[in-house]
């Protein structure tokens, strides 16, 4: 009696169709608004990575110098105030900018080899009342002014043309360098 009225349940009771349904419109906004609550509280303070421009040093001056906007085939930096300022123009019929770059360049002293193959530091002068501790040039032909700079960090020597920016422990070293590079291109006229 029991197993027929459990029979008779079974035949009252309607069967339902297992049917697959997907998500409701309601179901799947409520998803894109958990995940982009999740993305903005955990994304909200996370920058992407931009390269920074690099300071300006002894080590990388012609190049960035060379490679930066103002730079039109022929420029003039001037470096004032031990260097916490340089100004920076294409061609001497235009006025001095401001360098638009960081600057790294500590208090410079800047030296020149004279007449007599002697290490002589460069005394500017001053531009607007205000003392010059460096002033380069930069030509079409990718020359610059050749100089021996030196600051809290290392002694640089920054050929004329062609050779990558050399570090010295002294500045007696790099004038060494100076004298052997001038000797070797000197030389060069012995083999004719």
Known sequence: MLAQRERNKEKKMPKYKKTQQ?????????????????????FSGVEIHKAKPKALTPLNLRALIVDSAEYEGQATLLCLNKCTTCLIRSDINSPYKEYSGTLALGNIKAYVLDADDILDEIDYERYDDQPICLKMDF???????????????????????????KTFDSIGNAQEHWLKRSQLVSDQGDYY
């Open 139 to 165: 030509y079409p032909n990718g020359s610059s002014t050749q100089i021996i700079l030196q600051n809290e960090t290392g002694t640089y020597f920054l050929p004329a043309h062609l050779e990558t920016t």
């Open 22 to 42: 997907g998500f409701t419109l309601i179901e799947l906004l409520i998803v894109i608004l958990i995940v982009s609550l999740v993305y903005f509280l955990g």
